[in-house]
């Protein structure tokens, strides 16, 4: 597994990481609860046919900045500003979790700027009858089976790297759930719901069949608000962050999504 | 130096297999372990044993801010406060205190201070607490990215509202409004009531009561021991910042049990104690850390191992490794003090000088102790261990301390009288 490539936009005075890698037509992804502390196999598989550009929102490992922003209208432009800023503009979009609102945010206000939508498990909606679990009140050793089906996936994704500074790792990851909680505290509604009606690019949702943070029935809740066309698929053997779970079986479904 | 009354308002029902059968005291404490019926006489033997702190002579007594907390039963210290007004003459009213963040428009905060100084001639300390997690980001709803920001800016607001002569607009950040006015002002307003602030051990807390010149309280549960170094990691920074170790700067929390001797004390004191230490501090872990509520530097400090056992004693959901339930423990800790009055005494003084704390704020009620243990606790305290301890500090002056209306010009306060028209009294059902 080559390094991505790694560059440095500015947004509110703050950097953002925006890493790339690959070739062929460009494809964003906004990363879910916990950022990309790392490299991860799901964006290599989809290396191998597209020029993938994952920019960290403020706040998420590799980026600053979260503590500038208030309000959604805040968190909103900044998203679109660092989309732009990559050279996103345009693009097939892939959101997942928090990222995932994100995206479907940008395809509902902007829809110049998204092609294609893939979102998988997206935060945004609450649902009274179906309540969502609360990410941010957890034991310590409970997040790991709250992320993946496979709590290694996630271990292995915050877990500190040789030669990084202890200090500044683990104060990184709890500024990612921090930047997570600043937008969506407290139960992950942003009002996305009156907004989806509005979202025209054809949109897959993808669901992790064990996610124990968004239950399923979400999915359904967006499809059917979503104006454009939609497809739901369910990935057997994954949590919330099925990227993770199942890097291979989430790839090919975006993939065969976005042909 | 100052010895004040503190209650905290403890359930003092919780059933016996509470830790068992529940998760957590605080946040989603089960409704069904609440009965209003003996609630009615649980808030009506803590006022009691309140006005009864004020009456023996304590010099002050103190409310504080919870929600939704088996151990804590004010979500509204200002009401009890506001009773206590009209009970009291002399005492001070400390309340330890309003979580600025959570009152929509904070304004309400200055407006309700100002009318408990109003109604009591001046005798309100105001505390101005960020709120503990549970309190703030749990049990109201608040990001915990964002409390501190509102925190502060809530401060602002408030310190302009007591003090700005003219009606002002106030934009901020968080709120705005056209035409800031608060009636009543308060009494005290040169330049306005005296500003406590209960925190945790962080350097930034610290720095700022020094800026603005206010008290800093630290109230853990744990007693003096486990508070040494928080305190004199406040004594070190107050000392960098040039400022004078007037011991009134400061505010600290100790539970007490004085009786005729020390097992007496053990006897009447063991099974509130460890009702207390066990079944109220039975806080979920899940609890103890929304992300943003702990800032990065603190988090840093804690890393790096300064204020690691600081942070985490004033939280009780973290509980670090004090996890004391039982008497022996609980007394060897140095959470409760135990022990005839002399023993009290020799305790007291060598906890207020080796923190150097003016304002001892003392839990002379806790658990599930009753009204008459209280008073027992209270009474004993004030004759017996109070007039050995007065002296202490007596070099410095306390300038952190209410100044009320001279007593000749304030309102003579009206005892209670039961009604003797029957027509008068509330129908019972």
Request: include cysteine.
């Amino acid at each position: 597994m080559s390094d991505p490539k790694t560059e440095t936009v500015e947004l509110n005075g703050f950097p953002c990481r925006v890493w790339s890698k690959g070739n062929g037509p460009k494809l964003g992804f906004l990363a879910g609860l916990g950022g990309l502390p790392r490299w991860i196999p799901f964006l290599d598989e989809l290396a191998k046919s597209r020029t993938v550009i994952a920019p960290s929102l403020p706040g998420y490992p590799g980026a600053l900045g979260h503590t500038a922003l208030d309000t959604h209208l805040d968190w909103v432009l900044a998203v679109r500003e660092l989309l732009e800023k990559s050279g996103l503009t345009g693009a097939d979009l892939v959101g997942a979790s928090v990222g995932g609102s994100f995206a479907a945010e940008m395809a509902a206000i902007f829809p110049g700027q998204v092609k294609r939508l893939a979102l998988i498990a997206p935060f945004g909606l609450y649902d009274d009858t179906d309540p969502a679990a609360d990410p941010w009140a957890q034991r310590r050793d409970n997040v790991a089976g709250l992320m993946c089906a496979d709590p290694a996936r996630w271990q292995a994704l915050v877990a500190q790297p040789e030669g990084a500074n202890s200090i500044e790792w683990p104060i990184e990851m709890v500024r990612a759930a921090e930047a997570a909680a600043r937008a969506f505290w407290p139960l992950g509604d942003t009002g996305l719901a009156k907004r989806l009606r509005l979202i025209e690019a054809p949109t897959l949702l993808l669901w992790g069949e064990k996610d124990a943070v968004l239950p399923p029935s979400y999915a359904r809740k967006f499809a059917a608000g979503i104006k454009g066309r939609t497809r739901v698929e369910t990935v057997a053997d994954a949590g919330h962050l099925a990227y993770l779970d199942r890097p291979d079986a989430v790839a090919n479904a975006v993939l065969a999504h976005l042909a | 130096m100052k010895l004040m009354w503190f209650h905290l308002m403890p359930y003092t029902e919780l059933p016996d297999d509470f830790n068992k059968k529940h998760p957590s005291v605080w946040v989603d404490i089960h409704s069904s372990l609440f009965d209003p019926r003996r609630a009615h006489h649980m808030y009506n033997d803590f006022m009691d044993e309140l006005e009864y702190a004020a009456e023996v002579g304590f010099d002050a007594v103190c409310v504080n801010e919870h929600h939704s907390n088996g151990y804590g039963l004010m979500p509204s210290p200002n009401l009890i406060a506001s009773s206590l007004a009209r009970r009291t003459t002399d005492t001070a009213l400390c309340v330890m205190g309003n979580s600025l963040a959570l009152y929509n428009p904070p304004t309400r905060v200055a407006e309700e201070f100002a009318m408990i100084d109003c109604i009591s001639g001046g005798r309100l300390i105001a505390g101005f607490p960020v709120g503990s997690p549970m309190d703030t980001c749990y049990a109201y709803g608040q990001n915990p990215s964002l409390l501190r920001e509102r925190y502060y800016e809530a401060h602002d607001l408030v310190k302009k509202a007591w003090t700005e002569k003219d009606t002002f607009a106030f934009s901020g950040r968080f709120n705005q409004q056209r035409y800031v006015n608060i009636w009543p002002r308060p009494i005290q307003n040169d330049p306005h009531p005296p500003i406590w602030i209960p925190g945790g051990g962080s350097v930034e807390t610290w720095r700022w009561c020094a800026e603005m010149d206010y008290v800093y309280c630290y109230l853990s549960y744990y007693g003096y021991k486990a508070g040494l170094t928080t305190m004199q990691g406040f004594w070190n920074e107050m000392a960098k910042l040039g400022k004078d170790r007037n011991p009134y700067r400061a505010g600290f929390l100790q539970f007490v049990g004085v009786a005729e001797s020390r097992q007496q004390a053990l006897d009447l004191y063991t099974e509130p104690a460890e009702y207390f230490y066990g079944r109220c501090l039975h806080v979920d872990a899940r609890f103890a850390l929304p992300p943003g509520y702990t800032t990065e530097a603190t988090q840093r400090a804690g890393i790096e191992g300064m204020m690691t056992k600081a942070a985490n004693l004033a939280n009780p959901a973290t509980k670090a490794a004090l996890k004391a339930t039982n008497m022996k423990d609980i007394v060897d800790g140095g959470y409760v003090i135990i022990g005839s009055p002399d023993e009290v005494v020799e305790q007291i003084r060598h906890v207020a000088s080796s923190l150097n704390v003016g304002h001892l704020m003392l839990l002379l009620q806790y658990g599930n102790m009753s009204k008459d243990t209280t008073k027992y606790n209270t009474r004993l305290f004030a004759e017996k261990v109070m007039p050995k301890v007065k002296d202490l500090f007596s070099d410095w002056e306390d300038k952190w301390w209410p100044k009320p209306m001279a007593k000749g010009q304030r309102a003579a306060v009206p005892a209670y009288r039961p009604p003797v028209d029957a027509n008068n009294s509330v129908a019972a059902e």
